[in-house]
């Protein structure tokens, strides 16, 4: 046997002998918002595992800021949301107007075991209609000009929400601040992310938690029917 083969043989093996190191164990996210619940200092930043946008998520989910509002938390910050039929109630309402809006949960995920859930309605207030439009001044894509469509801030009273015409990354402030929001005035902040936050978010928050949303990124395998594959494999079975 040659040397690469010895070498693959190995690195095979290894990998193999600690493959439970790869897998992502999610916490439920009645868990994530309890624990998120007991903390009282500084800026929580709370994860949308499950609807994440750079890994394809809808970014209309909306699983954690139910379960957040279910649970008489305040202080919340939220965003981007895409959700444009939304946006144009919101925007035809006008700044200043009172609005209730079924807010997300609107894009089909056929593919996942899960039934369809309904839109989460909110009674709030239109604080700004913006264009949607940002430059990075953050330490990735730096001086990059950003298109969300039309963006609205919308205040529930427990919960101050950026919603788009278009899915976005949270890779920068501009997202909030082009909508008037500064994220900073919250106590939690929703982001639906799990990498590009870090640079410009995660030094401004004491805790980070990842959430378990029921979105198409989501961790849990038993959501999708896979049907191309050999059976039995890990993780999805127990082999």
Known sequence: MCSSDLWADEVSAGLAARRDEFI???????????RARAIHHGLTLLLDHGDNCMSGGTCDTIDVLDECLNHGMTQIGAG??????AVA?????????????????????PKIRQSQRPPLRLTGRVVAVSNGEYTIS??????????????VQFD????RIVITEQTQEPWDMGVFTC?????LHERYLILKSRMYYRPVFAPLASTIIECASGGVCSSDFSLFDYRRVRRPIYPLDAV
């Open 156 to 159: 529930t009273g427990a919960a």
């Open 80 to 85: 981007p949301l895409c959700d444009p039929a």
């Open 24 to 34: 992502f164990r999610q916490t439920p996210l009645a868990d994530s918002i309890a």
């Open 138 to 151: 953050g330490p990735i894509y730096t001086g990059a000009r950003c298109y969300m469509g039309r963006t």
């Open 179 to 183: 909508a008037g929001m500064n994220p």
């Open 89 to 109: 109630k919101l925007v035809a309402a006008g700044v200043g107007a009172t609005v209730t809006v079924d807010l997300g949960n609107k894009v089909p995920m």
